[in-house]
């Protein structure tokens, strides 16, 4: 898969096995069969050019990478845990590059994107609340402050 994100088009058999023969010796028939074996997957699609196939990458490398990274994160019995332990190994880097990405996921309505001179303060446009929420709380016997006096 390296290979064919490395060229990032529909690439022949023949291209990656030149890309590789300058690493290592391997053979026509071993790249031909891990390509087939990459489009039974479902990881390429090809398409028939003359009496060879061109292969293409059906996702990007970022989304296979993410992919992983989810199904390892499902798998924990403490998702919070494993966070906390991923989120420890990162570089400072890794880290910028993740407040970045979280940053974009969130989008422009976010706390953090609020403090932008072009985007409104919601909470200053409302008008305030007569009724306060928290005394109701207080009041109700069945709540959990009220059991714990009994």
């Known amino acids: 898969?390296?290979?064919?994100?490395?060229w990032n088009r529909p690439?022949?058999?023949r291209e990656v096995l030149e890309d590789l023969q300058q690493e290592r010796s391997i053979a026509y028939t071993t790249v031909m069969t891990v390509l087939d074996n990459l489009h039974q997957k479902g990881w390429v699609r090809r398409e028939a050019e003359g009496r060879?196939?061109?292969?293409?990458?059906?996702?990007?490398?970022?989304?296979?990478a993410a992919a992983l990274m989810n199904d390892a994160w499902s798998q924990s019995d403490n998702p919070a845990a494993a966070l906390v332990a991923f989120f420890g190994m990162m570089s400072e880097e890794q880290?910028?590059?993740?407040?970045?990405?979280?940053?974009?996921?969130?989008?422009p309505?976010?706390?953090?994107?609020?403090?932008?001179?072009e985007a409104p303060e919601p909470r200053q446009q409302e008008p305030a609340r007569q009724e306060p929420a928290e005394p109701?709380?207080?009041?109700?016997?069945g709540s959990?402050?009220?059991?714990?006096g009994r």
Do not use: F
């Open 109 to 117: 309505d976010t706390p953090e994107a609020s403090a932008a001179p």
């Open 95 to 107: 880290r910028h590059a993740l407040r970045d990405a979280v940053r974009i996921v969130q989008g």
């Open 144 to 148: 959990a402050e009220g059991a714990a």
């Open 1 to 6: 898969m390296t290979r064919v994100w490395k």
């Open 11 to 13: 690439v022949t058999v």
């Open 52 to 64: 060879a196939y061109r292969y293409e990458a059906v996702s990007t490398r970022a989304a296979y």
């Open 136 to 141: 109701r709380q207080e009041e109700n016997p």
